[in-house]
């Protein structure tokens, strides 16, 4: 090893440590902006319109624009519908509702669960009924 790179910053001169200081700025800079670029990015796909012809109609029926975001949310509440907790849970999370107690998740697992016993006809039925129960209307 290179015993030089081993000084302890106290140790070295203040234009050795104005350098590295100059340096990391310039990469964290360097960073940032690579990371503000990706979001930016990533939210201009996200709002990308699209024509499914399984997700548009039921999106346009509810007055939601059929974007990118709304079919991956859709299919997360599909996921859900069919008893995946970590959809739920995601859904949760970003619906604003993280403090939901587990009691709450298993409910819904159960009632899941009983829904696809019952053997809904219409996945697109149930994930209206998991909306209205998002939102508070309940059945």
Do not use: H, W
């Not at 009983?114 to 996945?123: A, I, P, R, V, W």
């Amino acid at each position: 090893m290179n015993e030089k790179n081993l000084i302890p910053f106290n140790q070295r001169s203040e234009s050795e440590r104005r350098e590295f200081a100059r340096k990391g700025g310039k990469a964290s800079g360097e960073t940032r902006r690579r990371k503000a670029n990706f979001k930016k990015t990533l939210n201009m796909l996200l709002t990308i319109e699209i024509d499914n012809p399984e997700i548009t109609p039921l999106l346009d029926a509810m007055g939601i624009d059929s974007t990118l975001e709304s079919a991956i949310n859709m299919a997360m509440i599909k996921k859900a519908m069919k008893g995946d907790v970590k959809a739920y849970e995601a859904i949760a999370k970003y619906a604003g509702q993280c403090a939901e107690s587990e009691a709450r998740a298993e409910k819904i697992r159960v009632e899941t669960e009983k829904l696809q016993k019952e053997g809904t006809g219409d996945d697109n039925d149930a994930v209206m009924e998991f909306i209205k129960a998002m939102r508070g209307g309940g059945k």
